[in-house]
């Protein structure tokens, strides 16, 4: 029996927050597409499988990246593999169970798509992201969030055994906000990046740079974030809520980037979850609105 410890050990292997979003926002797209009604028990083993496939990723990154994580300030008294508090043999061995438990029962119980998509985004998140852009190419995060903004895909598959064009958008919408939300830490954590050598965007092209797409992506959040309306996925409760954070995270993004400080770039950096975070959820009780009058 694992000890309390090791239980912690092993959830932060998994990068809990990032699960966290993954969650909501394969349960947004369940909630706004009506799935999740319709067949509660089914989408909600989805669900579990879409956190798992999620955190077999995320375990197997924190495996090849035990090198760099152990020399950067952010990582190496928080991480379970720097703080040799789960063996890397055991952290991958731990890794791909997930991966293999997750995808076999999304093959075998719900549909081959819903199983596709999620073993390409953990091959992708892998291969393409951490032993490839990474430590490359300063977009690296730009191609590589694609691996984060695939849970509404799974879900719309898993749910319809299509790829709807709300789980598209959604998708488009977590693939757009990836890049701000990251490169906020990646104007705090320049040095450490620089000690490293992770080729990340304030690092090659500067500061000013940075800070300029920052803004330009964030400015595409908004007519994105709109989209499901118009496409009647969505009512007037999400539309008022998706511009109010919108414009909440807009003025922030401003405000903190003007300042050009470590803990300004820090509290943007979580700005921008809470952003998402309250997107999806406002998208989930829009959808449970209009379910419980009928609409879906």
């Given at each position: 029996m694992p000890s309390a410890s090791q239980f912690r050990a092993y959830l932060q292997l998994t990068k809990p927050t990032i699960i966290a979003l993954v969650a909501i926002t394969g349960l947004g797209t369940m909630v706004a597409e009506g799935s999740i009604f319709h067949e509660?028990?089914?989408?909600?083993?989805?669900?579990?499988?879409i956190i798992l496939s999620a955190a077999s990723a995320n375990a197997i990154n924190q495996f090849i990246d035990r090198d760099i994580d152990s020399v950067m300030d952010r990582t190496r008294s928080k991480r379970p593999l720097p703080l040799h508090s789960i063996a890397p043999v055991s952290a991958l061995s731990f890794a791909l169970l997930l991966g293999i438990v997750s995808n076999a029962f999304l093959w075998i119980k719900i549909n081959p798509l819903s199983a596709i998509i999620s073993v390409a985004t953990i091959l992708f998140y892998v291969f393409i992201y951490t032993l490839w852009l990474k430590r490359r190419h300063h977009y690296n995060i730009v191609i590589g969030g694609a691996a984060g903004a695939t849970a509404p895909l799974i879900a719309s598959a898993a749910g319809t055994n299509d790829l709807s064009a709300l789980s598209w958008i959604l998708f488009g919408i977590i693939f757009t906000w990836t890049p701000p939300h990251f490169w906020a830490?990646?104007?705090a954590l320049k040095d450490q990046y620089e000690k490293v050598r992770i080729p990340m965007l304030p690092n090659v092209l500067g500061d000013e740079r940075t800070r300029l797409e920052i803004v330009l992506y964030t400015l595409i959040l908004l007519p994105l974030g709109l989209i499901p309306c118009f496409m009647e996925n969505?009512?007037?409760?999400?539309?008022?809520?998706?511009?109010?954070?919108?414009?909440?995270?807009?003025?922030?993004?401003?405000v903190q980037l003007k300042k050009q400080t470590v803990s300004a770039y820090r509290r943007l950096f979580f700005v921008s979850i809470g952003y998402l975070f309250f997107l999806f959820l406002g998208l989930m009780l829009d959808g449970l609105w209009r379910w419980l009058r009928g609409e879906i």
């Open positions: 509660p028990l089914k989408m909600s083993l989805v669900l579990i499988a830490l990646a104007l969505a009512g007037i409760l999400y539309a008022i809520l998706s511009i109010a954070l919108w414009l909440w995270y807009m003025r922030e993004t401003v």
